[in-house]
């Protein structure tokens, strides 16, 4: 009886101890794959890294420029007066979507604790629709205080400024006239 074609041609069933080449090779593959994942992640970490800073920097302006919203909304339904002092981010709150934007995701430490933005100390209980250059005039910033009604002046923005962005370490500022910008530290 003849063997089957294939077997003629040399194929058959393998012989034993010829695998060994192919674990070898197998291994090599599968170091070669490890290595390169771990190059991937040194890279790609950093930036995923730099990513998460500036979207947490970008939200804390957007909460900054939301309580200014909010102090101005404040304002117009008391007869143009800021808040006052001791309560005055309570005062805004009902004018704002969520009580997430009373906090710097920044500024806030494990436990969850402070709030990280100061109200303009020259601006408390004050009649504020005929003040000039609103836009020059800051109104709530990020704080070194982390009390929640916090007031003070610029003299307590955190040094060096608590966000990083392309730009360098800065500080958000919303300003009278409900605008936000990151103000670079020099």
């Not at 970490?45 to 804390?60: E, G, I």
């Not at 102090?71 to 002092?85: G, H, Q, R």
């Not at 800051?138 to 007031?151: G, I, R």
């Not at 958000?172 to 020099?186: I, R």
């Amino acid at each position: 009886m003849q063997p089957p074609p294939f077997q003629q041609a040399g194929f058959g069933p393998p012989k034993k101890g010829s695998n060994t080449v192919l674990w070898v090779v197998l291994g090599v593959l599968g170091l070669g794959c490890c290595g390169v994942m771990v190059i991937g992640a040194a890279i790609g970490l950093p930036v995923f890294m730099q990513a998460r800073s500036t979207a947490q920097s970008t939200r804390c302006m957007a909460n900054t420029k939301e309580i200014a919203l909010g102090v101005t909304m404040y304002s117009i339904d008391n007869n143009d007066f800021a808040p006052l002092s001791e309560t005055w981010l309570n005062s805004v709150e009902p004018y704002m979507k969520g009580r997430a934007r009373d906090y710097c995701p920044t500024a806030r430490n494990e436990d969850k604790q402070g709030f990280g933005y100061a109200f303009n100390k020259d601006l408390v209980g004050k009649k504020i629709d005929k003040i000039d250059d609103a836009e020059k005039m800051p109104l709530v910033f990020d704080s070194t205080l982390m009390a929640k009604n916090a007031v003070s002046g610029l003299e307590t923005l955190p040094s060096p400024g608590r966000h990083r962005r392309q730009e360098g370490r800065g500080n958000n500022v919303a300003y009278l006239d409900a605008s936000a910008k990151f103000v670079p530290q020099n």
